[in-house]
């Protein structure tokens, strides 16, 4: 997993960072501290003016170090008998690169990474949303951070990206993540329709925006806004 030595410099910086800003956002590239700000938005957009699209350490300065919960990541792929129960209550999406990278690429001349489409499984059992790490890798976006992600095989480190999650032909807004578990998600969510992907998992961190209805009975999800 990449950015060991910017993880060893925060541990070895934390008692410090936590006296003067405890809950803010510090940005680390290699052993340099190259400044702390209030929102994780924030220091991603500092990060990329300062040394362009390179992996970084943007770490939230906190006492204790929270875990996240996605069980799908664990379990994988779980076969059930029935269509819903089979294919999961999906979505379809878009990936993309975020919006503060796509502008500064736009603004060199570089050309934008070609978005991904496919399905986000909708997992109400995982506190954070995750994309599919070859997707990750198609869209040249570089690691941010390290998540411990908790599930039924135990607590496991992962490592976060940031992305841009768009819902075509359903009129959702697009929402910009700047940390997002990358991760192997081959197999989970079972058959899927008309052979699409699994791309994404749609965590609770997505799904507090949206009121969601499954009718098992009748074999639908809905999700709006």
Known sequence: MALEAEIR???AQKQELL???????????GERLLGVFDAHEEAYRAGLAQVGNRPMLIKQILRVEPTQSAPALALGHQPFPAALQAAGPVVPVQIEVPAALAAQLQQAGTPIPTPVTGLALIDTGASI???DAGVIQ?????????????GVGGVNPHSLFPCRFVFPGVGFPSIDFTSIVGAPLVGIGGVQPQGQQTIALFGRDLLQLFI???NGPGATVSLAM
């Open 9 to 11: 410099y925060f541990e």
């Open 19 to 29: 006296k003067h800003h405890e809950g803010k956002f510090a940005l680390i590239v």
């Open 212 to 214: 969601l209805v499954y």
């Open 138 to 150: 198609q869209l040249g976006v570089h690691q941010v951070g390290v998540a411990q992600i908790g």
């Open 129 to 131: 949303s995750a994309v």
